[in-house]
């Protein structure tokens, strides 16, 4: 198969979706980027970017914009629930003339990879959702929910952990696997002037609260606490269980009282994997991101590894004139890394479950892997 490919179409306009079109249109390419939300529909609330983000988002052209608008945190204070700091975790780890890890709101994160990607010519639709797609050795023929068609050479896949492109790339369910987390995300109030540049990781016996900063006066708040697999969270009952969650802590009492409200967005989801035996490609279909490897979020890997999936396989696509060569080049760079980070992901939430005490060994060797080129 000769690598002619001029157009592509994207499903999911996410971090991996996002940053694929933009690494695809760098390389000259038409791409059509189909996000099946509205263009106004809620991001969520924060994302950590440790240093190894870095030099995706300088590749990605965005590196300044998302600095200008997170907050970068040069130490982590893991403490016990009495407040006594345990442990400071220098945020610093690949280089000390850099800041440290940088925390941004999702909607900013996204509106600075829109900006960029529509800058460079990317068709972005909304509301646009994937219901089926056929493809033969010419290109691929993608349907849509609105009864629409679209056509291009190669279709994208970057739909997340409940990816249907995968799915039907596969011709299976591939079923996600509990890893026996349960995570709130709770969007907080910062008074002001309590700014630092640290993030706070509090331990209780079964449940661990990290606290990070995202502008001068707001920020969010996980609780990351194991729940059987039938757990179910209603909307309406989060704020009580968030607040029960809290009450064993004694650091900075008043904060964490006052830090969010009865009507606070909390998002409850259960702490989910992926992991593929198959191939991450087909004739003309590809996928990346979540769709491909969704891990435990204990590395906060899961960014950093979908915007190095949609810049690797710009660069491959580019490199060789074979499309089928490229997206297996594509496949044999990104799965033993990406497989890596998910299985140390995983080992580090297991451990947090158990209470054993080898996270730091676990840290220090994503750390090592992620010094590697991608
Ligand atoms: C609790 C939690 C905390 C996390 N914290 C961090 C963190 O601090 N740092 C970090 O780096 N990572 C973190 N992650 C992981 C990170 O959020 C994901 O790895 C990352 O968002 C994956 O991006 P993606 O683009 O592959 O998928 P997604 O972000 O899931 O995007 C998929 C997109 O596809 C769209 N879509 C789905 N189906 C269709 C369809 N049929 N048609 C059209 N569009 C469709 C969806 O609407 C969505 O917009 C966390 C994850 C969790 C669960």
């Known amino acids: 198969m ?48 440790p240093q190894n983000t870095f030099k995706v988002l300088k590749d990605l052209g965005v590196y300044e914009e998302c600095l200008e608008q997170g907050v ?20 610093k780890f690949l280089n000390e003339d850099l800041p440290g890890r940088n925390s941004i709101w999702r909607s900013s994160l996204n509106d600075i990879l829109l900006t960029k990607a529509l800058s460079l010519g990317v068709t972005m639709q909304w509301n646009k959702k994937l219901k089926t797609y056929e493809e033969n050795e010419h290109g691929v023929t ?62 209780n016996e079964d449940n661990k609260v990290g606290i990070f900063p995202l502008t001068a006066t707001d920020g969010y708040m996980f609780i990351l606490k194991p729940v059987d697999e039938d757990y179910r969270d209603p909307k309406e009952q989060r704020y009580d269980t968030v607040r029960n969650m809290l009450e064993p802590f004694q650091w900075k009492k008043d904060f964490l009282n006052n830090c969010f409200q009865p009507d606070s967005p909390i998002l409850f989801n259960m702490i989910r994997q992926v992991v593929l035996k198959e191939k991450w490609y087909s004739q003309r279909v590809v996928i990346g991101g979540d769709a491909a490897h969704a891990s435990a979020p204990n590395l906060a890997q899961g960014a950093a590894m979908a915007i190095e999936d949609a810049i690797v396989l710009a660069e491959e696509i580019d490199q060789h004139h074979s499309l089928s060569e490229a997206l297996s080049a594509y496949y044999d760079r990104r799965y033993p890394r990406a497989r890596e980070v998910q299985r140390l992901s995983e080992e580090l939430l297991i451990n947090e479950m158990s209470g054993k005490s080898s996270q730091q060994e676990i840290i220090q060797q994503c750390d090592a892997l992620l010094e590697r080129a991608y």
């Open 142 to 203: 993608v349907y849509f929910e609105d009864d629409t068609i679209l056509e291009a050479d190669l279709l994208v896949g970057f739909d997340g952990i409940r990816s249907k492109v995968r799915n039907m790339m596969l011709q299976r369910e591939v079923q996600s696997s509990y890893l026996g987390m349960g995570s709130w995300r709770v969007p907080i109030e910062f008074p002001a002037g309590t700014l630092t540049t640290t993030s706070y990781m509090l331990l």
């Open 2 to 49: 000769s690598n002619t490919i001029e157009n592509v179409i994207i499903i999911g306009a996410g971090i991996g979706g996002l940053s694929a079109a933009i690494s695809l249109r760098k390389i000259g390419l038409q791409v059509t980027l189909c996000e099946g939300s509205a263009h106004d529909a809620p991001a969520g609330t924060g994302i950590t970017q």
């Open 72 to 91: 970068q945190l040069d130490s982590m204070h893991i403490l016990n629930k009495e407040g006594r700091v345990l442990l400071e975790v220098n945020q």
